[in-house]
Structure formats: structure tokens, C-alpha cells
């Protein structure tokens, strides 16, 4: 679902982090998503949450992580494009290979509200709002209405996601959608399709994540030893 290859050695995701840069910094989040863990059997990351959304060929953090995008700081680095800012995003812990990195993405466009967001969904077109949008009255097989993290309908509309999708449950959604935590997309983004860095130290579940640079970039990845 990348939009570029992606690395395989700590040398060349520097590289890719710095691409187009006038200048080598940049700034950045790393977080677990407990949804997303390692299928050893199957060979697959597989994800039960909707967060983070990789579908459509965008990157998009909509849910989870309210503290994180809610908090100043990271909110005033995610805005300020001129300093790129990433969300690095680790899997559950495996007993096997340890913590992988599942994907890292460039924040591109931020939104202030689900409104906004959705706005900005349907304005692109069917198939990228249907891999988004989880109030829509059909299941077109993109996923969206059991996974999207955008609550909204076709009309632009914000409200309660169908009855089967995984933030319905408990009212979970209406944190997403109370317009207090920014929300991030990125049309730049690696995604793994196996694991191939891992946390030297296992990452716990954070309110608002680590902060990651290039200067503490070593010490929080690694690759994974290969067996």
C-alpha cells in the first residue's frame, strides 16, 4: 500500500526521511498500535483496529491516540510543514521477533475537526472516502464502513459510524470526533509488509507517544536480527 519502497537498512530510512530536505532535521512521534501485530503463521502484519488507515494509496490518523494530537507541541510541529514531521507507528510486541516498525509516515495535511476531514475525503472522490468514510449505507468492499476513521456520510454529515464498525461499540467514536486533537493525513508513507526493524527497547502504550529525530533515531530502532 506504500507509495515507495521501503527501506531495509537504518542507512537508507534516513535517506527517505530526509529526501527534499534543504537541511537533515525533522521531528516525529513514535507509538504503539496494539491492533496491529505479527502473524508469524500467516507472514502478514494484520490490523483489527481502524487506526492507522493505509488504504487508497493515503495514510490517515483519525482515531486512537487523542492525547497525542491533542497535546501543543506535536500540534505545532505536525502544522509546520517546513520542518517535516513523521508518525512512526510500532506493532504489539512479538515474543519472537520483538517490537516491529510497521510503518512511518510524512505528515502532509492536518484537519482541526472530522468535518473538515471528511470535507476533504469526499472532495477527492469514491474511492478514497469509501475506504474512510463508516457512515456509508453500502459495503462496497473498501472497508470503510467497518474500518474507515472518518464519521461522517457521503453528504458530509457527522455522527454515530453503522452499527458493525469497530469504534461504535461503547460510543468510542465520539472522542474521535469532539474537534480537540488534530487529525493527520500523509499522501508520503512506508508501510512493511514483514517485519524488518524492531524497537531496541519494547515501546510501552503512551498517552502521547515518544518523541523521534534523527539524533535518537538509533537508539529507539534497530534492524531485526534474521534467523
Not at 29 to 46: D, G, L, P
Not at 50 to 72: E, V
Not at 192 to 203: E, G, M, N, R, T
Request: hydrophobic fraction near 35%.
Amino acid at each position: 500500500m506504500a507509495v515507495s519502497p521501503a527501506p531495509t537498512n537504518l542507512e537508507k530510512l534516513a535517506q527517505w526521511l530526509a529526501v527534499g530536505q534543504k537541511h537533515l532535521d525533522w521531528d516525529g512521534k513514535i507509538y504503539v498500535a496494539s491492533t496491529i501485530s505479527w502473524n508469524s503463521t500467516e507472514k502478514e502484519f494484520q490490523q483489527v483496529g481502524c487506526s492507522p488507515n493505509y488504504h487508497s494509496k493515503w495514510w490517515s490518523l483519525a482515531c486512537c491516540k487523542h492525547d497525542m494530537r491533542t497535546a501543543r507541541p506535536f500540534r505545532n510541529e505536525a502544522r509546520d510543514l517546513a520542518i517535516p514531521t513523521y508518525v512512526f507507528t510500532l506493532g504489539r510486541n512479538n515474543p519472537d521477533i520483538g517490537q516491529p516498525l510497521v510503518s512511518v509516515a510524512r505528515v502532509t495535511k492536518s484537519f482541526e475537526t472530522m468535518q473538515e476531514y471528511a470535507d476533504f475525503l469526499i472532495r477527492r472522490g469514491h474511492q478514497l472516502s469509501s475506504s474512510r468514510l463508516t457512515r456509508v449505507p453500502e459495503d462496497d468492499g473498501s472497508l470503510g464502513r467497518r474500518f474507515g476513521d472518518c464519521h461522517s456520510d457521503r453528504s458530509g454529515v457527522v455522527g454515530a459510524p453503522n452499527s458493525g464498525h469497530v469504534h461504535r461499540k461503547n460510543g468510542l467514536w465520539r472522542e474521535d470526533t469532539d474537534g480537540q486533537h488534530l487529525i493527520l493525513v500523509s499522501s508520503e508513507f512506508l508501510v512493511w509488509d514483514s517485519p524488518v526493524f524492531v524497537a531496541k527497547v519494547i515501546q510501552k502504550q503512551s498517552r502521547y507517544g515518544t518523541d523521534i529525530s534523527l539524533r535518537n533515531l538509533r537508539q529507539l530502532l534497530c534492524c531485526r536480527e534474521r534467523r
